[in-house]
């Protein structure tokens, strides 16, 4: 089984709002990934998370913070979003995060008003 | 600076029409050469991971190759169902990051 499920598949708020997407897996996967894509482009990496500690924070801003409250488990919370944020946001997962193959959810496709 | 260059942009297919998809890679540290299908709005979905220069990987009607400076996706006799953006990406041990290229996005047409 090679899935990552993200909730929720579509989200809709408006700059004020506060909210937050989940990512699931359970490949006992150690390296957990969140990354941006807007259209036509590919995905840019957000953060990384290994052994459920933050790796890599590519400078995002920090109205995105993500959470890893266990190996299964991602969140990112949103807060004061701007309409140029609104993407579909990827959430991946791998064994380590050595360079082995990244398995990517469905996504959840943000819209910032 | 990292990078990872696909051509072409877009290619347009008659079905059994076979063609070969381009990345070229400068990636400092690299650990594997990845190839990804993605359908519009939906995740990409892994197809390979190549490690070394010469090794080749096969799945259904794709193959995959790799050298020192370039990866190949060949696609041999497409159906629609190929029509799909196939993106590669090199993973730096260096910066710990997956260096995505642009894409190349396939039209397979009956």
């Known amino acids: 089984d090679t899935e990552v499920t993200q909730t929720p598949k579509h989200l809709v708020m408006g700059m004020t709002n506060k909210k937050s997407l989940k990512c699931e897996q359970h490949m006992g996967h150690r390296a957990m990934y969140w990354y941006k894509q807007k259209a036509k482009k590919p995905p840019e990496l957000m953060f990384v998370?290994?052994?459920?500690?933050?790796?890599i924070n590519e400078s995002v801003p920090s109205r995105f913070s993500p959470e890893c409250p266990n190996s299964s488990l991602l969140n990112l919370h949103l807060h004061a979003l701007q309409p140029e944020d609104s993407a579909l946001y990827l959430c991946?997962?791998?064994?380590?995060?050595?360079?082995?193959?990244?398995?990517f959810g469905p996504g959840t496709r943000l819209t910032v008003l | 600076e990292d990078q990872v260059t696909q051509s072409p942009e877009a290619l347009r297919l008659q079905e059994g029409e076979s063609s070969s998809l381009n990345c070229s890679y400068t990636?400092?540290?690299?650990?594997?050469l990845f190839w990804y299908r993605q359908d519009p709005g939906k995740g990409p979905e892994f197809l390979f991971t190549l490690y070394s220069a010469g090794e080749e990987k096969e799945k259904e009607r794709l193959k995959a190759t790799l050298t020192k400076k370039e990866s190949f996706l060949h696609i041999t006799a497409p159906k629609p169902e190929d029509s799909a953006t196939y993106l590669c990406?090199?993973?730096?041990?260096?910066?710990?990051?997956?260096?995505f290229g642009q894409g190349t996005t396939l039209q397979v047409k009956p």
């Open positions: 998370y290994s052994y459920e500690k933050l790796s």
């Open positions: 990406a090199g993973y730096s041990s260096n910066t710990g990051k997956l260096i």
């Open positions: 991946a997962s791998s064994q380590t995060s050595g360079g082995l193959e990244q398995f």
């Open positions: 990636v400092s540290g690299l650990r594997g």
